[in-house]
Nanobody, 119 residues
């Protein structure tokens, strides 16, 4: 199995910055992609940023130019700058990983970390 440990959430004023981290551990054979999603109560979870094994990145339009995703082997980071009140949400780490050579790549999720931006 794969365990994901997130850190870095908290309360910040609008215009401020936060850095989220997510460390993956366990019986990992390969990771094809890592990313961050966010969700508010009553809303669907949405992709914020994603990075694949070749370091190709993708961002939601709402965060382009403000957020930067990066990874270091089994750890993924989300540097969030110029934060806005609408960035407030629970942020979830996602990893697409293979744990055995004969196993398919599967999605794994972190427990979520709250980010609150005060206006």
């Amino acid at each position: 199995q794969v365990q994901l440990v997130e850190s870095g959430g908290g309360l910040v004023q609008a215009g401020g910055s936060l850095r989220l981290s997510c460390a993956a551990s366990g019986s990992i054979l390969s990771i094809s992609a890592m990313g961050w999603y966010r969700q508010n109560p009553g809303q669907q979870r949405e992709m914020v940023a994603r990075i694949d094994s070749g370091s190709k990145t993708a961002y939601a339009d709402s965060v382009k130019g403000r957020f930067t995703i990066s990874r270091d082997k089994y750890t993924v980071y989300l540097q969030m700058s110029s934060l806005k009140a609408e960035d407030t949400a629970v942020y979830y780490c996602n990893v697409v990983a293979q744990i055995y050579a004969w196993a398919p790549f599967s999605n794994y999720w972190g427990q979520g970390t709250q980010v609150t931006v005060s206006s």
